[in-house]
């Protein structure tokens, strides 16, 4: 298949109007372009705020493909594609007196830190219980190596106390 010379973000997000909740294969195929351009393009409209991406988890031990879909931004919600209003009267703002649903929160990558926090909060309401890495990722969906490397620092730090050499066991540190 002939490659398309350049593809703008406008036809990115009106491919994802037209087909939310796509893979960065399947829009590749839509569009035309690599899978890697695809996927890199994506990123770039994520981190501006134009698409939202949806994890895809796990499946069957493998990671799914991430999904990705138009973000729903004031003026994508106020237009349609071809530049008209949607609905209602002259002045007034789309929705007025409808209570609209707050999107799932993804479970995307975290910030600085915040592993840090989930993991002290995990362990602090199970006071008194020890936990290994691997318990703690899969009761946070999180990385198993990235939990384990948070413990170590937050040992190091007094913040967990390690019970348990073989197998790594942590609990939280008593309030001094």
């Not at 195929?29 to 994506?42: D, F, M, N, P, V």
Request: glycine share 14%; proline share 7%.
């Amino acid at each position: 298949m002939a490659r398309p010379l350049q593809i703008t973000d406008d036809e990115i997000l009106e491919a994802l109007a037209a087909r939310p909740e796509v893979t960065s294969a399947e829009l590749s195929e839509t569009l035309g372009i690599g899978q890697s351009t695809a996927g890199k393009r994506l990123a770039a409209l994520e981190a501006a705020g134009s698409v939202r991406r949806t994890s895809g988890g796990r499946k069957a031990g493998r990671r799914a493909p991430d999904r990705w879909a138009a973000a729903a931004t004031p003026e994508v919600a106020a237009t349609d594609l071809t530049g008209g209003a949607l609905g209602g009267e002259p002045g007034e703002e789309p929705g007025d007196g409808e209570e609209t649903p707050e999107p799932p929160a993804a479970a995307g990558r975290l910030g600085r830190g915040e592993l840090g926090s989930l993991v002290r909060d995990y362990l602090a309401a199970h006071p008194g219980e020890a936990f290994g890495p691997a318990a703690l990722g899969k009761a946070l969906d999180r990385s198993q190596g990235a939990i384990s490397n948070s413990l170590a620092t937050m040992a190091a730090h007094g913040e967990v106390v390690l019970v348990g050499d073989k197998p790594r066991r942590y609990r939280i540190a008593e309030p001094r």
